[in-house]
């Protein structure tokens, strides 16, 4: 079983800075991909970002040029730097992994239960 677990939601002002962590535990042989989707009640999920095992990223329209992920191997965690921040920014953050948990195994996906992000004054 494999375990993600985020932090770093917080209420902050419009054009401030949040940082949301990102850590997965348990039975990982390798991650494929880590990345973060969002989503407002009453709204479809919106893809946020992504960073392959070889450091691609990958960015939604909506944050490019305002997020900006990082990872740290040897914890399985990736971190998501917010900037700019805006009230459309508001949403739970949700964190999720694509990990094989075995040699062969078909890359599964895990889900973090979110965080929560308000940007407003």
């Known amino acids: 079983q494999v375990h993600v677990e985020e932090s770093g939601g917080d209420l902050v002002q419009p054009g401030g800075s949040l940082r949301l962590s990102c850590e997965a535990s348990g039975r990982i042989f390798s991650l494929a991909a880590m990345g973060w989707y969002r989503q407002v009640p009453g709204q479809a999920r919106e893809f946020v970002a992504r960073i392959t095992r070889g450091g691609d990223t990958k960015y939604g329209d909506s944050v490019k040029g305002r997020f900006s992920l990082f990872r740290d191997t040897a914890k399985n965690a990736v971190y998501m730097q917010m900037n700019s921040l805006k009230p459309e920014d508001t949403a739970v953050y949700s964190c999720?992994?694509?990990?094989?948990?075995?040699?062969?195994?078909?890359?599964?996906?895990?889900w973090g239960q979110g965080t929560q992000v308000t940007v407003s004054s």
């Open positions: 999720y992994i694509d990990v094989a948990e075995c040699r062969g195994c078909v890359p599964v996906d895990y």
